[in-house]
């Protein structure tokens, strides 16, 4: 798809001839418009917390990393999963007033667990809320 979606501005910046028809562009952008092929719109819930809220940022991690709750609370150490609860901490411990404890309780950890991922960088803090 998105080869495609270049092909077609490579095809509207150049004058020269197109690979593609008039009709068949038209009918392009219209496929390329599709909210199915917006990631951010397929996932795109309306939530019931506040946004300072553990439950707001786990529901917005677990989207983010397309994982299910249980996941994310499950005792695996999968490297998706292990980003997305580093993230959650990160992003727990900067938008809320709540201690490392507290934080550590609400995800089933201890609180030099969560101290530890706060160490670290994180992964992709900046794109999920």
Known sequence: MLMISEKLR??????MSSPFT??????LKKICENPIFQKEKIFDVKSKYFKTDLNY???KVCLFYRISVDEFYNKRKDKHLVYARRDFCHLAFKKTK???TQIGNFIKRDSTTVFYHIKLDPINEDEIL
């Open 98 to 100: 709540k201690t490392l």
């Open 10 to 15: 490579d095809s509207e910046d150049s004058k």
């Open 57 to 59: 940022i786990l529901e």
């Open 22 to 27: 008039e009709e068949e562009i038209r009918i």
